[in-house]
């Protein structure tokens, strides 16, 4: 966290729990993480960044997700499987013939945030993955069925996903 009273961020994110998580903690002085870690405790878990390509090889097998990359900037949003992905170089690599690709360092991963909350006015549930600054390197946000509720198959997984990372920390 930078400088902001921790009681203050809980009390924002109890009354405002679908707040964008960067631009809460940008507007309060925060790490994306202190941010996270102050929403109401029925609407996140976490597990230790050393879990980042155990998620990530499970949520290769989740079919159709959403990654968003979210910066100053500009938000990137992907709607596609994950491709499984393996440590190569220093980096964990996402290949394929199209869609989503890349490298990523895994290393820098500091966490992995199990979110599910409103937004928008409607539920929402994503795995965020910190880096060890406190930022949050993407986001995947559990797809959505024809009637745009949480697909149930992927909600599982997620769950099972948690449950199990939790555990190892």
Request: aromatic share 8%; hydrophobic share 40%; net charge negative.
């Amino acid at each position: 966290m930078l400088s902001t009273d921790l009681a203050a961020l809980k009390k924002h994110m109890a009354e405002n729990p679908g707040g964008v998580i960067e631009d809460v903690a940008r507007d309060k002085n925060a790490t994306c993480r202190a941010v996270l870690e102050a929403l109401p405790e029925e609407m996140r878990s976490f597990a230790p960044g050393s879990a980042f390509v155990e998620a990530m090889q499970d949520i290769a097998t989740w079919g159709q997700v959403t990654l968003i990359i979210h910066t100053d900037d500009g938000i990137f949003e992907v709607t596609d499987p994950v491709s499984q992905g393996e440590i190569g170089r220093g980096y964990f690599n996402l290949s394929g013939p199209k869609g989503l690709h890349g490298h990523l360092r895994h290393e820098r991963c500091g966490g992995l945030a199990f979110v599910e909350r409103p937004f928008m006015g409607k539920s929402s549930a994503f795995v965020a993955f910190i880096n060890v600054d406190g930022g949050v390197m993407f986001k995947v946000f559990v797809g959505r069925d024809e009637a745009r509720q949480l697909k149930a198959d992927q909600m599982e997984r997620f769950h099972a996903l948690a449950t199990k990372l939790q555990a190892s920390r």
